[in-house]
């Protein structure tokens, strides 16, 4: 129904009435000459007459025909027509036309004679809708609702090419189909099939044609059908003589428009659907088919346009567009938040994965490298904003660029004027889209990233500070080599993982403050072993709490006033600080109790030490095993043992051969529990050369094993080492008994000389 024509002098403004209302006129765009008409899809050819014929109405299907009344032969048939009839050769009669197209009545006879409507349509009389069946071969049959129209120019002559050629339009539309065999629907079938023969007619009267004269100039309308008026208000006499192009206006796709133009350039078929106007102005979407129609001879003649208003079918696109853009964004969002969701847990499961706050720097680099950024830098603040520690990581190395950007950073104060410095100041993110802008540069003089942008190949940046419980710990600038690399969802994603970094920062640097003390704590609870005449010791300690590297194990070697040598080894329940100091307590006790000449004996020291517990209410319960080592008379034989146990482990001795001893036979009770207990001692005589092993239960103790299989293992352990091996060496060995303790471990060795 819309046709473009050539270049129109007058600029296209002027409509059939003269000049357009401003909604029609403004926004017109020039075309080829032809008519524009909505629909119909393009046809197959004759070798493709097995597929669709071109759609029209959606689904629907149209041929269209030109009839001679003169002599009452079809002188055109556009592809679709040729489809149905064969490449048959025209000009030929239009019953003959009809015998090869198959087409006969509802009856199922020929529609051959002067009464039927191909035989009314050569006689010049119109058809207003009649239905004539298609039959398509053994398997399938098409109802098609036949309309003809006697062609009248806009002068009144009858026909477009003078007196010898009176033309009649004739359109077939199929109405419904069905396959033979196909069992009857319920209920009526006459009136089911009548039903829908209504339903079809009536969209068969609002298919709207045009006609068009390609000869004349500007290639105007010659005929249009009163559906045409209906659908855009323009009357017949108010249209004919004019380009179709008034009824495009300022929505009208300049696109669609050059589409038909160049189809019509090409004299080809084509169809295309675009915003059209109404003669009150009123928007319409008109899908239109534009068919050239050529002579005997092949020259172009006229176009045919077949149009219908497709306003709802393209709303209803429109929204079903938008439903689904709407579902998948929804989708979009789901999936961005899951992938977010697994990025902060796996964010979250590596930055605790370490308490070393240099290691977890580095972790945090090398989450953002490359999967968020192209460059992390994190810079870790002391007093006053200085830079005490830096970790740098770029997608291609470039080692030697990061630690120059290091060096200069480290131990200066962060610049004010810097993206990094305003981020702390204002507490969130601070965007930098173009780094290397004039007004970047302006904004921060102080930056030292001016003179790293083409090294590191720098577009854009965000700087966020890193901060945990009220305190600022550091700031973390990530960069992009694209210009405006970071957007919104960028940004917010970055600052989740900033807050979780700070928060880790910080709980890694208060656990090295905790591990600081306990670590001087340890020291001060653990002596240092003497050097004692003819004696080698050695120990080790291990706690089995990471966050503060002390527990309730301890040992002692000592001179007692008598000359003999004590050695004691013993467990505090628990694995913190608090069973710590416990145990610096009892260790106190023990010395002082060793150190009273009235009671020499082990037996009698740790009765001593369980009743001052009581007395100055040391919390908690304890294991302790005690030892006075006595020298051999006159240098000769050997040491004399004597040996007390509450409740510990027994203790080893390892003879100058390597055979291992269990001490097994003396036990008591646990400190803690009962002051009043009376405890023994025994006497064990050790070879001059023997190595005394006292230990804690952290050593022999596995979630796999009971006590008898770990006693088994340390004895096998030390008995497999060499004779002579010196007390630093079996403590190594047996420390590795204990890879990953659930337990402190405690280990002294002495060896007796």
Do not use: K
């Not at 905790?514 to 003497?530: M, N």
């Not at 007395?615 to 908690?620: E, K, Q, S």
């Not at 009971?706 to 010196?726: E, H, S």
Request: proline share 6%; with cysteine; net charge negative.
């Amino acid at each position: 129904m819309h046709a473009a024509g050539p270049e129109d002098p007058a600029g296209g403004t002027a409509g059939p009435a003269g000049p357009r209302p401003d909604p029609l006129t403004s926004g017109q765009h020039d075309a080829r000459a032809g008519v524009l008409a909505a629909a119909s899809a393009a046809a197959a050819g004759p070798a493709d007459a097995g597929r669709a014929l071109p759609a029209v109405l959606g689904d629907s299907l149209v041929a269209v025909l030109l009839v001679n009344r003169v002599d009452g032969l079809v002188t055109f048939a556009n592809r679709a027509a040729i489809a149905l009839a064969g490449d048959i050769g025209l000009p030929v009669a239009v019953d003959a036309w009809g015998e090869a197209a198959g087409l006969t009545d509802l009856s199922g006879q020929p529609l051959t004679g002067p009464d039927g409507p191909l035989g009314r349509v050569a006689r010049g009389l119109p058809v207003d809708g009649v239905a004539v069946r298609l039959h398509g071969g053994e398997s399938r049959d098409d109802l098609l609702w036949t309309t003809a129209f006697p062609l009248v120019t806009g002068d009144g002559r009858g026909g477009l090419d003078g007196p010898d050629q009176e033309l009649s339009l004739v359109v077939l539309l199929p109405v419904a189909d069905g396959r033979a065999g196909d069992p009857a629907p319920a209920g009526d079938p006459d009136d089911d099939q009548l039903r829908r023969l209504r339903e079809q007619a009536i969209a068969a009267t609002e298919v709207c044609f045009t006609i068009s004269d390609a000869r004349r100039p500007d290639n105007p309308l010659v005929w249009v059908n009163p559906a045409f008026t209906t659908v855009t208000g323009y009357p017949a006499e108010a249209a004919i003589g004019y380009n179709c192009r008034f009824l495009q206006g300022p929505g009208t796709d300049p696109a669609a428009v050059t589409t038909i133009r160049e189809a019509v350039a090409d004299a080809r078929q084509e169809t295309v659907t675009l915003l059209n106007y109404r003669a009150d102005g009123s928007p319409f979407w008109n899908q239109l088919t534009l068919t050239p129609i050529f002579d005997g001879a092949g020259e172009l003649t006229s176009y045919v346009g077949v149009q219908h208003d497709v306003s709802t079918q393209v709303r209803l696109e429109h929204q079903r567009e938008a439903t689904l853009q709407a579902e998948r964004l929804a989708r979009e969002t789901a999936e961005s938040a899951r992938l977010r969701l697994q990025l902060m847990n796996e964010a979250s499961a590596t930055m605790t994965g370490t308490l070393d706050v240099d290691d977890l720097m580095d972790r945090i680099t090398e989450l953002c490298v490359p999967a968020l950024a192209d460059s992390a830098f994190i810079a870790r603040l002391g007093a006053d904003d200085v830079v005490t520690a830096t970790a740098v990581r770029h997608r291609a190395g470039l080692a030697d660029e990061l630690a120059r950007l290091t060096t200069r950073v480290t131990g200066r104060p962060l610049s004010a004027d810097t993206p990094a410095a305003e981020s702390l100041r204002s507490g969130v993110a601070t965007l930098v889209d173009d780094v290397a802008s004039a007004e970047t540069r302006t904004r921060y003089p102080g930056s030292d990233v001016h003179q790293h942008v083409d090294a590191l190949a720098i577009g854009s940046l965000v700087a966020l500070p890193l901060r945990a419980r009220g305190a600022t710990l550091g700031v973390l600038v990530l960069t992009s080599a694209r210009v405006g690399g970071f957007d919104r969802d960028a940004v917010e994603l970055l600052t989740d993982l900033a807050g979780r970094a700070g928060l880790a920062l910080d709980n890694a640097r208060l656990y090295q403050g905790q591990r600081s003390v306990a670590e001087t704590l340890q020291r001060a609870l653990l002596p240092t072993l003497p050097d004692l005449p003819g004696v080698r010791s050695a120990a080790r300690y291990e706690s089995a709490s990471a966050a503060a590297a002390v527990g309730g194990d301890f040992y002692d070697l000592m001179t007692l006033p008598d000359g003999s040598i004590g050695i004691s080894i013993g467990d505090v329940a628990g694995h913190d600080i608090d069973a710590a100091a416990t145990m610096g307590q009892l260790r106190g006790l023990l010395r002082a109790s060793a150190y009273d000449a009235t009671r020499p004996d082990p037996a009698d020291v740790l009765a001593r030490v369980d009743e001052l517990m009581d007395v100055l209410a040391v919390p908690g319960l304890a294991t302790l095993a005690h030892v006075h080592a006595h020298r051999p008379r006159d240098g000769a034989g050997s040491w004399r043992l004597e040996i007390a146990n509450a409740g510990h482990p027994p203790l080893a001795l390892r003879h100058p051969d390597g055979a291992v001893q269990l001490l097994e036979d003396v036990h008591g009770l646990i400190l803690g529990v009962e002051p009043a207990t009376v405890r023994t001692a025994t006497t064990v005589e050790a070879p001059r050369g023997s190595t005394l092993i006292a230990y804690t239960d952290g050593l022999i103790e596995r979630h796999d094993q009971d006590l008898d299989q770990g006693l088994a293992r340390l004895t096998a352990t030390l008995a497999a080492q060499p004779a002579g091996a010196a007390p630093d060496e079996l403590c190594d060995v047996l420390m590795r008994l204990a890879e990953t303790p659930s337990d402190d471990v405690a280990v002294i060795a002495v060896q007796l000389g």
